[in-house]
């Protein structure tokens, strides 16, 4: 039986292609974010003891210190005037659920404020006072706040309150508003 060439011309194969890689799961986003945070830090405090041999190693972890405060405050500044709200699309909720939002995410950011502020404080009087090579990350910062006479109450709110970042975190990435999408 003789076969019977089709031309290339009259074959039409629909194949839809996606450009798009397909979206991460949530817990990955959200691990990576804490990974990227975490190694933020202490890629800092690395680098702020290793070069602290070099000349200007003290003025390094001072201007590392007041950046990191200055961090604190704009965290601090987020949570007093729930900033963070007019990227969240919270029209869905009714009120009881938009308040809860709103307070876990200004107690979330003050929490932030304080963790921030704390180790920049570290960092600050580690530059002026002692040897850079004594600097601490926010694990060595809480440390030595737990030896002191409210340390324990402090860490606790503290903890409680990065907490509540964490919940308030994932309930952004559910209600962020699609305009307003940065690495935030």
């Known amino acids: 039986m003789p076969m019977t060439r089709t031309p290339a011309s009259t074959l039409t194969v629909a194949a839809e292609v996606s ?3 397909p979206a991460p799961p949530f817990g990955a986003l ?3 974010q804490a990974r990227s945070e975490g190694m933020a830090v202490f890629g ?3 680098e702020i003891r290793t070069g602290s041999k070099e000349p200007g190693g003290r003025a390094l972890v001072v201007i590392a210190g ?4 200055g961090a ?3 965290n601090g500044y987020r949570g007093v005037t729930r900033h963070f709200l007019r990227s969240l699309d919270l029209s869905s909720l009714d009120e009881k659920p938009r308040r809860v939002v709103e307070v876990l995410g200004t107690a979330g950011y003050l929490a932030r404020a304080v963790a921030f502020s704390l180790v920049g404080w570290f960092l600050l009087a580690a530059g002026l006072h002692r040897s850079p090579h004594q600097t601490r990350g926010l694990d060595g910062a809480l440390h030595e706040l737990a030896g002191t006479a409210r340390g324990p109450l ?3 709110v503290v903890a409680v ?3 509540m970042f964490g919940v308030y975190r994932m309930l952004d990435a559910a209600y962020r508003r699609t305009d307003k999408v940065t690495s935030a």
């Not at 007041?66 to 405060?69: D, G, N, R, T």
């Open 44 to 46: 800092l405090v690395y």
């Open 66 to 69: 007041a950046s990191v405060i």
């Open 161 to 163: 309150g990065l907490v």
């Open 30 to 32: 959200v691990r990576a």
């Open 19 to 21: 450009t798009k890689p």
């Open 154 to 156: 402090l860490l606790l």
């Open 72 to 74: 604190g405050i704009w």
